[in-house]
């Protein structure tokens, strides 16, 4: 063999072991990677959780729809309302978060298509050579380089090489192959997470709606009351032993907590930062349509709905539940028989037992229990005595 044809067959063997050497990390780019298996199995999850939300959605309309044809006490009407709204609020977070987890995929997603496709750029290229290099040795068939031999010990050494170049043409083809076809399935699952994804936000922007009907419907309830003073006065006296009964309950596990630890210490912390509107004043007060002094055992902070709320100090949390009156609300004990309460909130984010830090995030501001519009209903306790908040927040109120 000359050594000009040796040289080309040397360049193309060269041509050869570079295009196996690549060939490998095809499958590494187009194969995802395990923080994608784990996304997917995330969204999952909160597919899941949205459907058992939105059963758990129309198990409540069901009930009120049962609650308003049975004529039943309006309390008891809003108490359901304040439920959908809980779910509803939920149903929209994990809406929110399929949004964020599907863009995650989308980005993640197009990121491996352009991979892909530098790869495909790149693979076709090393195949361009390849012909190029067949050319430039005289012959695009196999058989004719065989014919051409001057000899036995030339055609033995063809044939092995013919041999690589066979198999090496035969996973070029195959890996071109399967990145075009990847790349079209990449780009399906692409069209179908964005398809998802805009249906998301069309179910959020339905959720979002549907939550400022039920916020209506909610301080309707009590507006609507005030029309009839006899079942408003009724209503009301209910709600009213509801709170009775509660802080008789909240002082005792406070008198009893009081003797196994000392008060925390340190100033308190007002509980909605950027809004100290008071909407209703603690102590006596007149209500109108009950003609009458009524005690307020609290403060109301107006605020809007889903505005956080805050721990006033640090301590463990002895209640966090619901009942007719305080709609959400949560106790924290600070210890030596002092306690604070947050009412009517929209969310709960603690639980009993929990310890908290001054400042800590409690819960959201809402309109449960019994409220006409969205504020914080907040009392300081000390050996079961209510006492007035504010005058432990003097520098705000001078």
Same mark, same amino acid.
């Given at each position: 063999?000359?050594?000009s044809?040796?040289?080309k067959?040397a360049?193309?063997?060269?041509i050869v072991?570079?295009?196996?050497?690549?060939?490998?990390?095809l499958?590494?780019?187009?194969?995802?990677?395990? #923080?994608?298996?784990?996304?997917?199995a995330d969204l999952k999850k909160?597919k899941e959780?949205?459907?058992a939300?939105?059963?758990?959605?129309?198990k409540i309309?069901e009930?009120l729809k049962?609650?308003?044809a049975?004529?039943a006490s309006?309390i008891?009407?809003?108490?359901?309302?304040d439920n959908?709204?809980s779910v509803?609020e939920?149903?929209?977070?994990t809406?929110?978060?399929?949004?964020?987890?599907l863009?995650?995929q989308?980005?993640?997603?197009?990121?491996?298509?352009?991979?892909?496709?530098?790869?495909?750029?790149r $693979? *076709?290229?090393?195949? +361009?050579?390849?012909?190029?290099a067949?050319?430039?040795?005289?012959?695009?068939? =196999?058989?004719g380089?065989l014919l051409?031999?001057e000899s036995?010990t030339e055609?033995?050494c063809?044939?092995?090489v013919?041999s690589?170049i066979i $198999?090496?043409d035969?996973?070029?083809l195959?890996?071109l192959?399967?990145?075009?076809?990847?790349?079209?399935l990449?780009k399906q699952?692409? $069209?179908?997470?964005?398809?998802?994804?805009n249906?998301a936000?069309?179910?959020?922007? #339905?959720q979002l709606?549907?939550l400022e009907?039920k916020?209506r419907?909610?301080?309707?309830i009590?507006?609507?009351l005030?029309k009839d003073e006899?079942? *408003?006065?009724?209503?009301y006296?209910?709600a009213?032993?509801?709170m009775?009964r509660?802080?008789?309950e909240?002082?005792?596990?406070?008198a009893?907590l009081?003797?196994?630890?000392?008060y925390v210490?340190g100033?308190?912390h007002?509980?909605t930062?950027?809004?100290? /509107?008071i909407?209703?004043? =603690?102590g006596?007060?007149y209500h109108p349509?009950?003609?009458k002094q009524?005690?307020?055992?609290?403060i109301d902070i107006?605020?809007?709905?889903?505005t956080?709320?805050l721990?006033?100090n640090?301590?463990?949390?002895?209640?966090a539940?619901?009942?007719?009156? =305080?709609?959400?609300y949560v106790?924290i004990n600070?210890g030596g028989g002092?306690?604070?309460?947050y009412?009517?909130?929209?969310k709960?984010?603690v /639980?009993?037992?929990q310890?908290?830090k001054?400042g800590?995030k409690?819960?959201?501001v809402? #309109?449960t229990?019994w409220?006409?519009g969205?504020?914080?209903h907040f009392e300081i #306790?000390i050996?079961?005595?209510? +006492?007035?908040?504010?005058? =432990?927040?003097?520098d705000?109120?001078?």
């Amino acid at each position: 063999m000359s050594g000009s044809k040796v040289k080309k067959m040397a360049g193309l063997i060269a041509i050869v072991l570079t295009a196996l050497i690549i060939l490998p990390f095809l499958v590494t780019i187009l194969s995802g990677s395990a #923080s994608a298996a784990v996304s997917e199995a995330d969204l999952k999850k909160l597919k899941e959780q949205a459907s058992a939300l939105s059963k758990e959605s129309k198990k409540i309309a069901e009930e009120l729809k049962s609650v308003r044809a049975s004529k039943a006490s309006a309390i008891k009407e809003k108490s359901i309302i304040d439920n959908q709204i809980s779910v509803l609020e939920q149903e929209i977070e994990t809406t929110n978060l399929i949004i964020q987890s599907l863009s995650e995929q989308i980005a993640e997603k197009e990121q491996e298509i352009a991979e892909a496709e530098q790869q495909e750029a790149r $693979e *076709f290229e090393l195949f +361009k050579k390849r012909i190029r290099a067949m050319e430039e040795n005289g012959t695009a068939s =196999y058989l004719g380089v065989l014919l051409k031999c001057e000899s036995f010990t030339e055609l033995l050494c063809k044939t092995e090489v013919i041999s690589e170049i066979i $198999e090496y043409d035969k996973k070029l083809l195959a890996s071109l192959k399967a990145t075009r076809e990847q790349i079209e399935l990449a780009k399906q699952e692409l $069209e179908r997470d964005r398809a998802e994804q805009n249906e998301a936000r069309e179910n959020l922007t #339905s959720q979002l709606e549907a939550l400022e009907i039920k916020y209506r419907e909610q301080n309707d309830i009590i507006k609507d009351l005030e029309k009839d003073e006899a079942t *408003f006065i009724s209503e009301y006296e209910a709600a009213m032993k509801e709170m009775e009964r509660v802080n008789k309950e909240i002082a005792k596990m406070a008198a009893e907590l009081a003797k196994q630890k000392a008060y925390v210490g340190g100033e308190y912390h007002w509980p909605t930062p950027g809004y100290t /509107k008071i909407t209703s004043e =603690y102590g006596n007060r007149y209500h109108p349509i009950l003609k009458k002094q009524s005690f307020h055992s609290g403060i109301d902070i107006g605020a809007p709905q889903g505005t956080n709320v805050l721990a006033a100090n640090s301590g463990e949390v002895i209640v966090a539940g619901w009942n007719n009156a =305080y709609g959400n609300y949560v106790v924290i004990n600070h210890g030596g028989g002092q306690t604070t309460l947050y009412a009517h909130m929209s969310k709960l984010l603690v /639980k009993k037992g929990q310890s908290v830090k001054r400042g800590e995030k409690i819960g959201l501001v809402g #309109s449960t229990g019994w409220s006409t519009g969205p504020h914080l209903h907040f009392e300081i #306790s000390i050996d079961g005595k209510t +006492k007035n908040p504010k005058d =432990y927040f003097k520098d705000l109120f001078k």
